[in-house]
């Protein structure tokens, strides 16, 4: 059992506020597609070859934007941690 146990979490980073309501656009956007592409995928409707078409997607939806938010909140939590180390 011991090497499924987590060895390290991390809370969720803290936005500011207009990052956290473009996180919660951009995620309701993205969640929508993914969930309907992966029912797509089970039902044979969309196939592997059309790959590079769903990551483009997800980039046009700004999948990109979405990491950079999270960096960004992550950033500033481990330099305020590492201030108190």
Known sequence: MDPYLVKESYQRPI???RSEKR???LKANIDMF???SRRMFIQGQF???DWN???QTLNDL???EMEA???KAYDTL???ADKTD
Do not use: M, P
């Open 23 to 25: 996180l919660r656009e």
């Open 34 to 36: 993914v969930e309907s």
């Open 47 to 49: 196939r592997f070859d």
């Open 62 to 64: 700004g999948l990109r």
């Open 69 to 71: 938010l999270y960096q």
């Open 15 to 17: 936005l500011d506020i």
């Open 53 to 55: 078409k769903y990551e």
């Open 78 to 80: 481990k330099k305020a």
